[in-house]
């Protein structure tokens, strides 16, 4: 019966936590296995997921590679622990071409053959049925693994898939990511995800100066990394009447900087309803005025919460090649324009000193703004 092993990762370090890093993984596979049949058990450090439909193997596989804390899967066939079975389990999964060795791992010392043995046998068998096959024990392109276990059935396998390792979604916190349409929240959210983090996103609009496909951008690419987090609310925050306060009432050049502030401040606040302990951002430092330390101050300064910038240290190219890795970037960068091009001021600060920040924002009501944007908020849930 053909079968697929999932091997977990770091999780298993975690001592004491243990069984609260397993319950999250087990509940996250189940998640994303939702619509498929099937039958689950754990045994010895690893899962095993048995009778379900064959047709739909290769999708299971990638659903559940993209579980953050699996660090490998199998496709094996589970046999009797009989030679035979064992032998012809193997010859399927014999290469056509090129080197090999077969590993045996015998848990069963009942199984009257040493491990050694087996290998050497099998590795026999193999070669009976493909004589153009070689031999190489030290640096084989093609292993066959055979796994005795102790209750009389035998795994066998060939190459495994890489899963996606990290930390289970739920044991990370929580936190909420600013979520834009360009290329870097995505990620940065794709990274606090892969950390373990239950996140959910706050997206900013000006409605009617941006539009609703700009709008169902940043619900399409929810959408995308939703395949990570897992779960995904989207607050939709209405944020045209802050920034015609700002451009009405404060220096052009100090738009961007001022917009940032209220953006942080309202993220917090959606945070704290939510019982989130951290806010998230795409940015990454000097990729634009808005993201020298002096601009990172001036927004950082209104949070009292962390904020995480998990790409604060990557180059652009670095960031897209994840982007097209997970999925986003073909959405990331379809010409919506974003909120932050309105008004766009020709000369932005690039080095706003923060008490020439504040000094700026007195002219504006700032608890009022963030009252009504926050009363502004439409929550979209991802299906
Ligand atoms: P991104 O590609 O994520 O849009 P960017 O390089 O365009 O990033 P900025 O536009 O300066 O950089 O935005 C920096 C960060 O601020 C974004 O990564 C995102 O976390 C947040 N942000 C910007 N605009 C919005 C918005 N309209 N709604 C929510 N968050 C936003
Ligand atoms: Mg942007």
Known sequence: ??????????????????????????????TVLKEYRYEFSRSNARYVIRNFD????????????????????SIAEEVDSVYEQISSA???????????KVVTNRADKRFPMQSMKVSAEVGGDILEQNPHLKVDLFA????????IRENGKTFVYGETIKGVNGMPVGTGGRGVVMLSGGIDSPVATYMMAKRGMTLRAVHFHSFPYTSMQARQKVLDLAKIVKKYTLHMTVDVVSFTEIQTEIHE???????????????MRIAERIAKIHGAGAV???ESLGQVASQTLESITS?????TIPVFRPLIGFDKDEIIEIAQKIGTFETSILPYEDCCTIFLPKRPVTKPRLEHVLKVESALDVDALVENALNSIESVTIE
């Not at 936590?17 to 189940?30: D, G, H, M, P, T």
């Not at 084989?140 to 796994?147: A, G, L, Q, S």
């Not at 927004?299 to 949070?303: D, E, G, I, L, M």
């Open 54 to 73: 064959q047709t739909r193997l290769e999708d299971m596989i990638d659903a559940i590679k993209n579980v953050f804390g699996v660090h490998s899967l």
């Open 299 to 303: 927004t950082n300064s209104v949070a």
């Open 140 to 147: 084989p392109e093609h292993t066959v693994y055979i796994d």
């Open 1 to 30: 019966m053909k079968v697929i092993i999932i091997r977990y990762s770091e999780i298993h370090l975690k001592g004491n936590n243990r069984e609260f890093f397993e319950s999250a993984l087990v509940a996250n596979i189940k």
């Open 249 to 263: 009432k404060c220096p052009e050049e100090y738009m961007i900087t001022i917009m940032r502030r209220f953006m």
């Open 90 to 100: 193997a010859l399927q999964f014999a290469p056509a071409s090129g080197t090999f």
């Open 280 to 282: 998230i951002t795409g």
